[in-house]
Nanobody, 121 residues
Framework: QVQLIESGGGSVQAGGSLRLSCAAS????????MGWFRQAPGKEREFVAE????????YYRDAVKGRFTISRDNAKNTVYLQMNSLKAEDTAVYYC??????????????WGQGTQVTVSS
C-alpha cells in the first residue's frame, strides 16, 4: 500500500512559479513510476508529467513542455513538479499518482488527495 500526500499548491499570478511536492509512504514507494495529473473545473482529468523509477526518463504533455519539470528524490520518497511561467489555463487541482507499470495510464493504482493551483491573469 502506498499513500501519496501532495503539498505546495496555492495562488500565483500569471508568469509566476510554484513547486508541488508529493511524499510517498511505504518501503517500496521508490520502485513506483510516479507522475502528476490535473483536473480543471468542468474538464476531464489530464496527464501532466511522469518520471521513471530511476528518474532517468521523463514525459510531459505538450502544453507544459519547457515550463514544468518533474523530478524525484528516492531517498526522501518524494516527487516534485516545478512549474514556471504559469498561465491561467494551468489552474486546476493537481494530483500525484503512482503505479508499478512501466508507464502511467489514466488509471494509476495510487492517487493523492489533490492540491489546488490557481493562476490569475
Amino acid at each position: 500500500q502506498v499513500q501519496l500526500i501532495e503539498s505546495g499548491g496555492g495562488s500565483v499570478q500569471a508568469g509566476g512559479s510554484l513547486r508541488l511536492s508529493c511524499a510517498a509512504s511505504g518501503r517500496t514507494s521508490s520502485s513506483y513510476v510516479m507522475g502528476w495529473f490535473r483536473q480543471a473545473p468542468g474538464k476531464e482529468r489530464e496527464f501532466v508529467a511522469e518520471i521513471s523509477v530511476s528518474g532517468g526518463r521523463t514525459y510531459y504533455r505538450d502544453a507544459v513542455k519547457g515550463r514544468f519539470t518533474i523530478s524525484r528524490d528516492n531517498a526522501k520518497n518524494t516527487v516534485y513538479l516545478q512549474m514556471n511561467s504559469l498561465k491561467a489555463e494551468d489552474t486546476a487541482v493537481y494530483y500525484c499518482a503512482a503505479d508499478r507499470t512501466s508507464r502511467l495510464t489514466m488509471s494509476p493504482v495510487y492517487w493523492g488527495q489533490g492540491t489546488q493551483v490557481t493562476v490569475s491573469s
